[in-house]
């Protein structure tokens, strides 16, 4: 279709936007223009392509998705609330579902997804993405991409670059607008058709963005949501015209194996029972083949990052969304490798209800105690005999690097003791699991680390069963934080005196002074803990640096560089780690 074609009828609504540099993710400059065609005439319909390739994507793999089940009507998609809370329990960023470990399109020419809903209860989202988004702690990075959403007869078009935002947690499409169709059962479809990106309804070609980079990958990525209610999608096919290539693929990690020569294979030969271990994102585990490499080949354990915490698993009280870590345990037991379950009682990453039961009468501690007690036998009975370890409790202790409890919802509702029963009803769910009590702060010696012992051991004493301690090891400023190896040992000292286990939970380190003094850094910590029986894991806080992301104090999302592998290519830190281990 030529652009003369796309010159408006009438009343066009036209947006020029110079669009920012991608995220790491091969996106570059492109400018959009958005023509909305509010009197379209025959001369709007783009011809139809050559038939070529079709692919039925109700019959495609949506196992994992949270909110759509399949069935013999197609796809029934109902509302999952999921959001990303900030730290201080405020905001909550949409965080809406992608199909992430079943089927993904591989489109390198042009291709056209479509699909008709029935059914619509209030709105519908198809939403046709570049890669999946990168979800950091607080907040989600939106990648280039098209979402068409109907409600009632109003189709919201809104197109991403996949540009860095000015607030991380409030990412602002290029494209915007709306446009009146007959109704939410008009089919729908995304077209890349050369240079450009047709939206059209019913066969009329409603939208037409120069395509830049926004589908650059030649891969697309499909999710399917709705804010408020629910929908069928009776009708979803991508098709190719004749010559043009388009395939199926599944998650990059389903083609990986272990390296006989990666990290944890030499940590084996020393310690059988180590484990060498990262904490993992399913977006990048399928979507990246390096990352999917590296994390296969390197790691025998797998840390849940984000999908076991409270506001993913449970958005709204008493609905489960397992979907996703469902996704990563079937991975990590496909690899044998390891599972850490991360985590049961934390002051953050809470969704609004949890954060807000009642506590303000006997009768309200009890309802929410039975409310919060639930929630830990329904997620540890669901995992039950799948994870090897747990931490039942997170970071109890206040953000100031002090010694008191964090008077959270679990305190306000239990106590001060509330580990007890936290511990308690984990053991009673699944009394094999390895229960630890995760802090920061408590690297070495000093008041904090004697603290977190004696919750343990206090936890003990009252009835629970907490096997041992994570140490996060985060080291963001090597001046302050810095860990020396005579503190290390010192430190797995005073644990195995506790008759406790420790485990190295969350070690990343900054390279502000350099690479090699980052890798030195890195190197003592595995080696200390490699030399200590009472440490029977190590752990880096994530994989690649491309997936490293934090806000910086005026909300902007800033890439770290922090760890093993960056960009696919291993780090003089990954060096520093084998040395480590051949030694």
């Known amino acids: 279709m030529s652009p003369d074609a796309l010159e408006p009828v009438a009343g066009p609504i036209a947006r020029w936007r110079g669009l920012g540099r991608g995220l790491g993710l091969g996106l570059g400059l492109v400018t959009v223009v958005l023509l909305v065609l509010t009197g379209c005439t025959s001369s709007t319909h783009s011809p139809p392509p050559e ?23 197609g796809l029934r998609v109902s509302t999952t609330a999921r959001s990303i809370v900030r730290q201080d329990g405020s905001g909550g960023q949409p965080d809406p579902p992608v199909d992430l470990a079943g089927t993904h399109l591989v489109a390198p020419d042009d291709v056209t997804v479509s699909a008709s809903f029935a059914d619509v209860t209030a709105d519908a989202t198809l939403a046709v993405y570049d890669a999946p988004p990168v979800i950091a702690d607080e907040f989600r ?43 939410p059962e008009a089919e729908l479809s995304v077209r890349r058709a050369g240079d450009l990106l047709e939206v059209t309804r019913d066969g009329e070609t409603v939208a037409s963005v120069p395509l830049g980079d926004v589908f650059g990958s030649g891969e697309l990525w499909l999710g399917l949501s709705s804010d408020e209610g629910s929908f069928t999608v009776d009708s979803f096919t991508a098709a190719a015209p004749a010559g043009a290539d388009l395939s199926t693929a599944g998650p990059a990690a389903e083609g990986e194996g272990r390296s006989s020569d990666g990290l944890q294979a030499l940590a084996a030969r020393s310690r059988p029972d180590f484990v060498i271990g990262a904490a993992v994102a399913l977006g990048p585990l399928a979507s990246d083949p390096a990352y999917a490499r590296e994390f296969v080949g390197d790691f025998g354990g797998l840390t849940v990052e984000n ?3 409270p506001q993913a698993i449970s958005p709204r009280q008493g609905e489960y969304l397992f979907d996703e870590a469902d996704a990563l345990l079937d991975l990590a037991e496909s690899q044998g490798i390891a599972v850490h379950g991360h985590t049961i009682a934390f002051s953050e990453a809470m969704p609004r209800w949890m954060q807000q039961l009642p506590v303000d009468t006997e009768a309200d501690r009890r309802a929410s105690a039975d409310v919060l007690l639930d929630y830990v036998t329904t997620v540890v009975s669901h995992f039950r005999g799948r994870l090897d370890s ?19 919802v679990w305190y306000r509702v239990f106590g001060p003791t509330y580990p007890v029963v936290v511990s308690q009803a984990v053991h009673d769910a699944d009394p094999d699991v390895r229960q630890f009590v995760n802090e920061n702060g408590a690297d070495v010696p000093g008041p904090r680390q004697d603290a977190l012992l004696q919750l343990a051991l206090d936890t003990n004493a009252g009835g629970g069963h907490v096997d041992g301690v994570g140490l ?35 070690n990343d380190v900054t390279d502000d002074e350099g690479q090699d003094a980052q890798a030195e850094q890195y190197a003592t910590v595995l080696a200390a803990c490699l030399r200590s029986e009472t440490c029977v894991s190590y752990t880096t806080w994530g994989v690649d640096d491309r997936y490293d992301w934090f806000a910086d104090d005026d909300g902007r999302p800033q890439q770290g560089h922090d760890l093993l592998f960056d960009d696919g290519r291993p780090t003089p830190a990954y060096d520093a780690m084998r040395r480590a281990l051949d030694g």
């Not at 079709?54 to 019959?59: E, R, S």
């Not at 670059?161 to 109704?183: C, I, K, M, N």
């Not at 997170?394 to 010694?403: L, S």
């Open 472 to 506: 996060q090891a985060h080291v963001y400023d090597l001046d302050t934080d810095a860990l020396s190896a005579d503190d290390l040992a010192e430190t797995f000292d005073a644990v195995e005196d506790a008759g406790l286990l420790v485990r190295i939970s969350e």
């Open 390 to 408: 747990l931490d039942v409790v997170n970071e109890p202790f206040d953000v100031d690097q002090g010694t008191e409890l964090q008077q959270n």
């Open 51 to 73: 038939q070529g390739t079709v692919v039925d994507l109700l019959q495609q793999d949506w196992r994992h998705v949270p909110g759509v089940v399949a069935d013999d009507d």
């Open 141 to 183: 990075l939106e990648p280039a991409g098209v979402h068409l959403t109907v409600r009632g007869d109003d189709l919201g078009i809104t197109v991403f670059d996949g540009s860095a935002p000015e607030d991380a947690t409030d990412p602002r499409p290029v494209v915007d607008e709306h446009v009146t169709t007959s109704g």
């Open 307 to 309: 999908t076991m915490k």
